[in-house]
């Protein structure tokens, strides 16, 4: 797989790279919308990102913090989905 060099940009403030893998480093049109899409409404899709985070992710985290207060403690929260349908998945790697 080929890893196409990262583009530097700024993300709700934070400077982040985005890189595009594959195995044809010429035909990443799809990926670049997305990333272009993503970026021009990157503020709605923060706000998402953080109250489906919360919503799915706090009332285990206060169910377990009960029994063991550092369980989430250095832990992030990964969220998935995609543009078109949305959130649909949030997890807690690790």
């Known amino acids: 797989m080929t890893t196409v060099p990262c583009v530097r940009v700024m993300s709700c ?3 982040v790279e ?3 893998d594959g195995p044809d480093l010429h035909d990443h049109s799809p990926a670049l919308a997305t990333a272009g899409r993503l970026l ?3 503020e709605i899709w923060r706000r998402r990102i953080e109250q489906y985070a919360v919503d799915t992710s706090l009332p ?3 169910e377990a913090w009960l029994e063991d207060g550092d369980l989430f403690w250095g832990h992030s929260i990964q969220i998935g989905g995609n543009l078109d349908t949305g959130l649909d998945s949030a997890d807690i790697p690790g």
């Open 40 to 42: 021009a409404e990157q």
């Open 18 to 20: 985005v890189r595009f």
């Open 13 to 15: 403030g934070h400077d």
């Open 60 to 62: 285990p985290k206060n």
